[in-house]
């Protein structure tokens, strides 16, 4: 099942906004089922291209293929039955209980004039029970902490029930026990369920151990793509964030990690 | 949340039988007390069941459907633009009615077509043009921009009420008392062809918008959001648009500027109901509805045989009634928030 084909191919894609590039000429090929750490400076356009993977943004050049279709050819409706957006939760304030808002995220597979079906109910139910957010499902939505609101976000990502997971720093504003549980569910949805995960994150060392591979980008151009102890060199590391890194190992696996040098 | 549930659906209920009720009652009340068997004596010409029957109920229906109206395009206006602030007027649209009216009234025109008074026609074209413009300024910003469609109305606004203010400034004492009396808004519109102007156009609008409440929930919450659980977004804010616009335009065209309702009987439903645009948007269309055929009842019976402008008194009926309201439910989920 894993490793079927390629579920996203970007091909000499870019966009610009308000006249100026965002992202230029970026060529990446994400296989089914895969999981992608995105990284890269701020201002890279790490955040653009996750939104033109949904088409809240829309490309100048190039082309992008979801299941091998071409991202113009759905219309928004089919394109959310693929892939679902978990924006960064902060600042969403919205008085809608978390099973409202769950049950929302079946707007793909609902009819104007329906109400849900035992097909949504059982979607948003085990949607809850994935992420055990189901004491949540009546408090509102700025009723909440924002460890368990980023659960609930990749909750109604889950209730989507799409082959495709794309989220904006899920885990930077979390305390360090809420990042472990974002990280460990993200981890399980993948390999349960198959769905490929594109994750943007600032955190190189979460980044590396999340198993996957890393895609960085500089400058709204592709400048890495490829497996975690590649990445973790001095010279892809100075290249992508024109910084020096001090490199050590996990003290359990003995995976490669890395602390940005201070000048002294 | 049942229990929450449950109430919404009480509250929808009781919004409903209001209604009735005061669509039933208000024609029955005014400055002549109509006996009950009264309604039904055709045959002898009673002048009771005329009153009744030709004069009151289509002001009532009337009312009704302007209430509703106004309060179902400030809902939307108020979602799409995530401003508690925004108002079916926000966008130009009374202003362009405004100016349509007080120059044909600066022209000293008189004329009617299709039943419709030289004056709302004049009102309609203005509430058009001032729809067209927003729409021209945010085509030429790229795209209909929230923020683009935000200030471009309210310049609009500010301009046509400089040319409204310019015009009554340079009328007599009689005109410019008359243009007065029409920004104030007010029901005295006449008989059933108002009710079957407006009705096509409130029908159509509320229908549209009932018809669209996952994706106002959705586009409540957030656009990039809404995009990416499916919301065609630019579609569904034309279409809202355009609906709105055409509701409230035919509103100001025929009643005048009527204030207050737009704004408030929306937040009115969410302090009753909650923010789900399922249960939302029908109470919205029940209270404006009611709300507005009680304010004119008020308002044209109070200092009977006059009429107070109906404007002064949704404002000041609404006004504490929101205060009543607000200190009793505080804003669900907002709480630390504000």
Known sequence: MRNAGTMIGIEGFSCNRNGKAVLRDISLTIGEGKYVSL??????????????????????????????????????RELARFIAYVPQADGYVSSFTVEEFLLMARYP?????????????????????????????????????????????????????????????????LDPKQEADIRFLLGRINRERGVTIVSVTHDLNAAALAGGRIAALKEGALVFSGPPREFMSQEVLKSVYGTEFCFTAHPVTGERLVVPRVAP | ????????????????????????????????????????????????????????????????????????????????????????????????????????????????????????????????????????LARLAKGFAMGTMLLSGVAISFFFSSLILFMQYMSDFARSAHMMRWLMGGLEVGGFESVFNMAPFVIVGSVVMLLLTHELNLLAVDEELAISRGVDAVKIRKVLFLCSSAM????????GPIGFVGIMVPHMCRLLIGADHRYLTPAALLFGGSFLVLCDTVARTIIAPAEIPVGIITALLGGPFFVWLLLGHPLPGKRGER
Not at chain 2, 102 to 111: E, Q, T
Not at chain 2, 248 to 255: D, I, P, Y
């Open chain 1, 39 to 76: 990284v890269g400076p701020n201002g890279s356009g790490k955040t653009t291209l996750l939104k033109c993977l949904v088409r809240i943004l829309k490309g100048s050049a190039g082309s992008i293929r979801i299941a091998g279709r071409r991202i113009e050819d759905f219309n928004q």
């Open chain 2, 1 to 136: 949340m049942t229990g929450n549930r449950d109430r919404r659906k009480i509250w929808l209920v009781v919004l409903f039988a209001a209604a009735i009720l005061v669509l039933a009652g208000a024609p029955l009340i005014g400055m002549r007390s109509v006996p009950l068997e009264a309604l039904f004596r055709f045959a002898a010409g009673g002048i009771d069941a005329d009153i009744v029957w030709k004069i009151r109920l289509p002001r009532v229906l009337v009312a009704f459907l302007a209430g509703a109206a106004l309060a179902l395009s400030g809902l939307a206006f108020q979602t799409l633009f995530r401003s508690p602030l925004a108002e079916p007027f926000t966008l130009g649209v009374a202003s362009g009615a405004s100016l349509g009216a007080v120059l044909y009234l600066r022209l000293g025109l008189a004329f009617s077509l299709a039943g419709l008074s030289g004056v709302s026609l004049f009102a309609f074209g203005g509430a058009i043009l001032s729809i067209l413009l927003v729409y021209g």
């Open chain 2, 248 to 255: 409230v335009g035919c509103v100001v065209a025929l009643c």
């Open chain 1, 109 to 173: 597979y609902l009819s104007p004039f329906a109400a849900a079906r035992r097909s949504d109910v059982e979607a948003v139910r085990l949607a809850m029970e994935t992420t055990g957010t189901g004491h949540l499902a009546d408090r509102a939505l700025t009723d909440m902490s924002g460890g368990e609101r980023q659960k609930v976000f990749i909750a109604a990502a889950l209730a989507q029930e799409t082959k495709v997971m794309l989220l904006d720093e899920p885990t930077t504003f």
